[in-house]
């Protein structure tokens, strides 16, 4: 696994400085806005909504293009904290090591992408811990990598409590700190709810609550 310095990229730094972080008025929802984290054009049918995944305030997304490979973009502009793409194994229920992609946002909030195909977000994406990502920008595959029953995207948003440590267990990506149920552009209600299909799409803007 490869982990993000505690030096940023002056883009970021800058960003961080510029923008104003009060995070007042989302009732528990993320405070940044997202696009849907799959490539545009995709129909993403809701497995799992915020309130019903377990645990809560997380998301099951599946591609249903009638494709087998399903490309998952990065919801909104971030830096690469986490990349963890050398698993293969799949256990539905058992315990085995996952793949996943954490970015960090501006102000506080993460997201991450899991069971993502072996290889696809190093050798195909060709990310490293570090990068600046665009809203949008390729990470890697839709798979069954880790605890995972049938392919599909683990996505969520998180806020570490502290960013020196910020993940519990290396082989799931498991953050320490809150969980927010994310907000999505060209949604209606911005929230997804589960058993619908959306189709993902670029967002002129993505907004703060």
Known sequence: MKLASDLRKPFYRMSLIAICFIQLGCDGQSVLQYRLPYANGTDIYVSNDHLTHGPSDRLDLVGVND??????????????????????????????????????????????????????????????????????????????????CGQHLHFEVGVPDDINNPLSNSNGGYIIGENRPPRFCQVPG????????????????????
């Open 190 to 209: 911005e929230l997804v709810v589960e058993d619908n299909t959306y189709r993902a799409e670029h967002c002129d803007n993505l907004l703060t609550c």
């Open 67 to 148: 494709g087998t490979t399903y490309s998952v973009v990065a919801a909104n502009t971030g830096v690469v904290e986490y990349v963890e793409d050398s698993s293969a194994l799949n256990c539905c229920m058992g315990t085995c090591a996952n793949n996943f992609v954490w970015l960090s946002h501006i102000g506080e909030e993460w997201t991450k992408y899991s069971h993502l195909a072996t290889g696809s977000a190093t050798n195909v994406a060709g990310l490293e811990v570090g990068d600046i990502v665009i809203a949008g920008q390729f990470l890697g595959f839709e798979s069954d990598v880790g605890r995972a």
